[in-house]
């Protein structure tokens, strides 16, 4: 006689494999390189280095509110 088998057990395990695999598809098909991220980690930074570098100072003596 072969082993008893849990069928509801068998069928989440099923359905958690499908939904590795279908997972894995999406990071292959909508991932980002290594690559693609060091370039757009480093344009940000260049935008706010040039944002802070326009940035104007308030003088600490105005009276005025911010």
């Known amino acids: 006689m072969g082993d008893v088998v849990n069928l509801n057990r ?4 099923r359905a958690k494999a499908e939904a590795a695999a279908t997972a894995a598809a999406n ?7 290594g690559v693609g991220k060091a370039n757009d980690r480093r344009t940000d930074e260049r935008r706010q280095a040039l944002l802070d570098g326009a ?9 005025r509110p911010a």
């Open 10 to 13: 068998a069928r989440k395990a």
């Open 27 to 33: 990071r292959v098909k909508h991932g980002r390189t």
């Open 55 to 63: 940035r104007r100072d308030r003088p600490e003596d105005d009276d």
